[in-house]
């Protein structure tokens, strides 16, 4: 069966204090992986897509990377407006382009 | 990026009403369109997965009676949510793939709906 999980659930930091965000996931052929930003009330804005392992995307403090088990998403010197919901999802080549979603980690960044 | 339109962003209806929820692709033609559901701390899930000009396919355990979906051209998706029910209430959100060939999806902005 098809799954994401994301870890930890939530995660508090200091405005400056690096950290990774993981995401676990199992498919059976994986047509591409995602990650995406939600603000409370709000739907995901998109960040990246991953396709192969070994593959990495870089946006401002945000990078995201890709092996064939898990993905991680590094905030550098995080600030407080990055404080928000990260998804990450997957989609697997069968099932017409359905996502598949982790629960989310929630990043609280205090300044 | 792409720009999905979501209408209305709240909307509290009365027990046993129906309730129509727009989802529009501002900027390009969509050939697929997807509504998902989102309780609170909890991720999405999807409901169903709507094609330009053809019928949606509900995932399992969702009412297609109940959650009428019609996807009439490539920038329109719609949802309504028939004699709707207190249990209802929830955010719903559309997406929407840009072409064929692009795999990812982007997000209109949800509909807190309220049933009371």
């Known amino acids: 069966e098809d799954q994401v999980t994301q870890s930890p659930e939530a995660l508090r930091l200091q405005e400056g204090e690096s950290s990774s965000l993981n995401c676990s996931y199992t498919?059976?052929?994986?047509?591409?992986l995602f990650w995406y930003r939600q603000d409370p009330g709000k739907g995901p804005e998109f960040l990246f897509t991953l396709y192969s392992a070994g593959e990495e995307k870089e946006k401002e403090r945000l990078k995201a990377t890709l092996t064939k088990k898990e993905s991680f998403l590094h905030i550098t010197a995080p600030k407080p407006e990055d404080s928000a919901t990260y998804l990450c999802a997957v989609q697997p080549y069968t099932g017409g382009f359905k996502t598949i979603f982790g629960a989310g980690t929630r990043l609280f960044v205090k300044a | 990026g792409a720009v999905v339109s979501q209408h209305p962003s709240r909307v509290i209806c009365k027990s046993g009403t129906s309730v129509k929820i727009e989802c529009r692709s501002l900027d390009f033609q969509a050939t697929t369109m997807f509504w998902y559901r989102q309780f609170p701390k909890q991720s999405l899930m999807l409901m169903a997965t709507s094609n330009e000009g053809s019928k949606a396919t509900y995932e399992q355990g969702v009412e297609k009676d109940k959650f009428l979906i019609n996807h009439a051209s490539l920038t329109l998706s719609t949802l309504t949510v028939t004699s709707a029910h207190p249990e209802d209430s929830s955010f719903y959100i559309c997406?929407?793939?840009?072409?064929?060939?692009?795999?990812?999806?982007?997000f209109g902005q949800g509909t807190r709906l309220t049933v009371v």
């Open positions: 997406s929407a793939r840009v072409s064929t060939e692009n795999t990812e999806a982007f």
């Open positions: 498919v059976s052929g994986l047509r591409g």
